[in-house]
């Protein structure tokens, strides 16, 4: 099922990126939105800091760090990365884009207009009416032809597209040509109130027509786009994509004439950036997974019996990692010319529950243990060190700052973690572990290996846990086998990683907290939903919410889809991850992308001479 292959595909990336990241009234055109809810003042998401367009110069190159040349540009493809999604969206039309609270609002350069019908009206039909300036780089326009042909290979129903089944694409039932060629309506075959995270990015009928086409890698230049840069250079064995201004684009001229796309590793960024090698580097990655100085031979001798297994291991000595990367995050710091620009990632970082696993089976000592959970000093423990305010995390589906936020965390009830487990049997004398019938409370913690964010969570949350009597036992995973070794057969009690979080939760999250379904063989099947709780209701909140065209309506259901996890104990949410970008002075409009993504015509320099080869 490639649903939960994409889960497991964006947990791994999360992963990889340690517990970081590499990566005025209503719009006419999206009808009314509801008041924008409570939210955590200090938690900003994103920092993209764009600038007056008349302050940035015309002209000039930019060097932007990518992990790697991706092996396709299509974000619907398997293969597809990160930073096939960040070239993308300098190629590639997206109707709509989020703003800086995750409300998908219109994007005017290739969207002149778009109305659904009333709630309660059948059958749905969205009537798009695309820019008619808007072409692909042969001059052809943007046409209803380009959103048949992608939702035909998105939809899931024909298994020989070998890509992506999105959430929204199946519940179209048809797509045709309007009044004009410039006025396209989608009908749907049920309700779907997220219809707006459709089509983006949308990829020309040319490339994604037919399974044929769709199924080969879109690399390499000569290929259709539509965005403020084409491609004039992919270079995978020499780790650079040129990106240059679009002779045809008919929106505000790209400021820069030059984007330069360099593979560099993370490790590797901070030397590029002292040797003036790159001007935009995503720093997450290389300051949280920094290395300690190599021992000396002597030490690394003494210390080789004590080696573990490789696929789980101890949890590394207590200061190792952190120390590494508070060494590492002062010299970006230290740069000259350079600004560590810094925000909350669309990311969620949570502590996930088994409930198949040994005293977690008992919904009771689930609660307790999010109970016992200090989430602010958590998000202190885990945030303070990079700069980032402790903002703790009170909703498992929205971020602190995204429209409709609520701290749920009251809906565990008033009952504290000691209340809790002693009447679950759990009894504790002289301040020690909890035992029940001769058994001790205690419980393993998964972490990503090598992640200083995550080792300072562990550390708290292990500290956390103790004073309620919970023991628990860190051990790390490497990314690479955290998710097919460890959640997606359960071989954890309580795990910790980040989950992507956006403009779409119904669809997007439903997987992460639906009711696992026994497969033929009577194995409970998680599907995604790691924690491996739920319940039919969770399940239809979340099905009532994705098919509400009312947006206050659809965050009401939500929010109490929320309070029903909650109550499950299923999970306990922490904090936003964090995201680090360095960014060279004088750049304007790159940094921490938060829920969208940069503005590229936007990007520039400012206070400097602009970069020249």
């Not at 303070?384 to 701290?407: F, I, W």
């Not at 205690?442 to 708290?460: C, E, H, I, K, Y």
């Not at 009690?493 to 779409?504: C, K, R």
């Amino acid at each position: 099922m490639r649903v939960r292959q994409l889960i497991a595909a964006a947990v791994a990336l999360l992963l990889a990126a340690g517990l970081g990241g590499c990566s005025d009234g209503p719009d006419p055109v999206r009808g009314p939105e509801p008041a924008p809810a409570p939210a955590d003042p200090t938690v900003t998401t994103g920092d993209l800091r764009p600038s007056d367009r008349d302050a940035v110069q015309n002209g000039g190159t930019l060097r932007w760090a990518l992990d790697g040349v991706p092996a396709t540009l299509n974000v619907y493809q398997r293969g597809a990365s990160a930073d096939s999604t960040l070239l993308a969206h300098a190629l590639y039309p997206s109707l709509f884009r989020p703003d800086g609270h995750g409300r998908l609002v219109p994007d005017p350069d290739y969207l002149a207009g778009a109305e659904s019908t009333p709630p309660g009206q059948q059958p749905q039909v969205v009537t798009y009416r695309l820019n008619p300036r808007a072409v692909w780089s042969d001059g052809t326009p943007l046409s209803a032809a380009d959103l048949a042909a992608q939702q035909a290979a998105l939809s899931g129903l024909d298994p020989a597209y070998q890509g992506s089944r999105v959430v929204g694409y199946d519940a179209i039932e048809t797509i045709t040509q309007g009044a004009d060629p410039h006025e396209v309506k989608v009908t749907f075959r049920r309700p779907y109130g997220e219809w707006r995270a459709l089509f983006g990015p949308l990829y020309p009928a040319a490339e994604t027509a037919g399974p044929t086409a769709f199924n080969r890698m879109l690399t390499g230049t000569g290929h259709l786009s539509a965005g403020p840069y084409a491609v004039t250079r992919y270079d995978a064995a020499g780790g650079r994509v040129t990106l240059e201004a679009n002779p045809l684009w008919w929106g505000d001229l790209p400021k820069s004439d030059r984007i330069d796309f360099l593979a560099t590793p993370p490790e590797r960024r901070l030397d590029a950036l002292d040797q003036n090698r790159l001007d935009v580097a995503p720093i997450t990655v290389a300051v949280d997974r920094a290395v300690p100085p190599a021992p000396t031979a002597s030490a690394s001798a003494a210390a080789a019996p004590q080696a573990a297994p490789p696929t789980a291991q101890p949890a590394a000595p207590p200061a190792a990692a952190p120390e590494a990367a508070a060494l590492a995050l002062r010299r970006a710091e230290s740069l000259p010319g350079i600004t560590v620009r810094r925000a909350a990632a669309a990311s969620l970082t949570q502590l996930t529950l088994n409930a198949t696993r040994g005293p977690l089976t008992d919904p009771a000592v689930r609660r307790a243990v999010a109970r016992a959970v200090d989430r602010r000093r958590i998000a202190d423990a885990a945030l303070g060190p990079l700069g980032l305010p402790g903002a703790p995390l009170g909703s498992h589906l929205l971020a602190g700052d995204q429209e409709g936020y609520r701290d749920d965390s009251g809906s565990v009830g008033p009952a504290d973690a000691a209340q809790l487990l002693d009447q679950a049997g759990w009894k504790r004398s002289g301040g020690g572990t909890r035992t029940k019938k001769g058994e001790e409370l205690a419980l393993t913690l998964f972490v990503p290996a090598g992640s200083a964010t995550a080792q300072r969570t562990a550390d708290a949350l292990t500290a956390d846990l103790a004073e309620s009597g919970i023991a628990v036992k860190p051990r790390t995973a490497p990314a690479e086998t955290f998710v097919q070794d460890h959640l997606a057969v359960g071989d954890y009690d309580l795990a910790l990683f980040s989950w992507p979080v956006g403009p779409s939760p119904a669809a997007e999250q439903r997987a992460a907290y639906a009711k696992p379904r026994p497969d033929a063989d009577g194995t409970l099947a998680a599907d995604g939903n790691y924690g491996r709780s739920g319940t039919d209701e969770i399940d239809r909140l979340f099905d009532r919410a994705a098919a509400e065209l009312d947006p206050a309506a659809r965050l009401d259901l939500l929010q109490e889809a929320d309070v029903r996890i909650w109550q499950l104990g299923h999970s306990v949410p922490l904090y936003q991850r964090p995201e680090l970008v360095a960014v060279r002075t004088g750049v304007a409009g790159a940094g921490p992308v938060g829920f969208g993504w940069p503005r590229f015509q936007d990007v520039g320099w400012t206070l400097r001479e602009p970069v020249t080869e």
